[in-house]
């Protein structure tokens, strides 16, 4: 049996539950450090990376994170949640004095596509996700700006584009939601990776 984490303060929770659940895990909602025992991997979801660093660091929740994370819990951070994993971030003034997870060796850029507005699909070819084209949604999402020589690229826009899936090790982050589509294949994935 499989237990995962998903970090449920704030943002697109239920859709990645629901979608773990359906790939046969268990899934447990954290709020607060008492809940990291005995996981196999962990979810950051998107939708603020500043409310939900703010909500997290009321309760020490990231400083324990990152030392799960530095002792090899998997971890999969999907747009606000690659925020969260970044080493470096640009455009994040409003998450300085908070902890954050980390240990991505990228810079991601806030907002880089533009506000609400500019939100958008596209379909991605992803290394590692077999088959059609990676329905992807993006909202107010960051780009990988750059990555160090550790860090895999999986996925960008287009031949060119920005960088928007990567992995390193046991921690895979997004720039888009693959939990807001029907599409389980990079769930999938982090799940093979947590059974590792
Ligand atoms: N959809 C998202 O997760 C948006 C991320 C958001 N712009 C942030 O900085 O955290």
């Known amino acids: 049996m499989t237990t995962i984490g998903v970090v449920a303060l704030q943002g697109a929770v239920s859709e990645h539950v629901a979608m773990l659940t359906g790939l046969g895990a268990t899934v447990r909602q954290i709020r607060t450090p ?20 703010r909500a997290a660091a009321k309760v020490g929740l990231f ?8 002792s090899g819990l998997p971890i999969f951070g999907t747009c606000a949640g690659l925020i969260l994993l970044a080493e470096r ?17 990228i810079t991601a850029r806030r907002n880089a596509f533009g506000g609400q507005l500019a939100s958008f699909r596209a379909g991605l070819d992803v290394q590692g996700v077999e088959g059609p084209a990676f329905p992807a949604v ?5 780009q990988v700006v750059a990555v160090e020589a550790s860090v895999q690229v999986l996925a960008r826009t287009s031949a060119d584009g920005p960088i928007v899936a990567v992995r390193q090790g046991g921690l895979l982050a997004t720039s888009f939601h693959p939990e807001l589509t029907a599409d ?13």
Do not use: N, W
């Not at 400083?63 to 530095?70: A, D, G, I, P, T």
């Not at 971030?89 to 980390?102: I, K, Q």
């Open 89 to 105: 971030v640009e455009d994040g003034e409003a998450l300085a004095g908070f902890a954050t997870v980390g240990g991505l060796d």
């Open 63 to 70: 400083e324990q994170v990152r030392e799960r994370r530095e």
């Open 138 to 142: 993006f909202i107010r999402a960051p």
């Open 184 to 196: 389980d294949r990079l769930h999938r994935l982090f799940l093979s990776i947590c059974r590792g």
């Open 34 to 53: 008492d809940g990291l025992d005995g996981l196999d991997g962990l979810v950051l979801p998107g939708g603020e990376s500043t409310a939900m660093a």
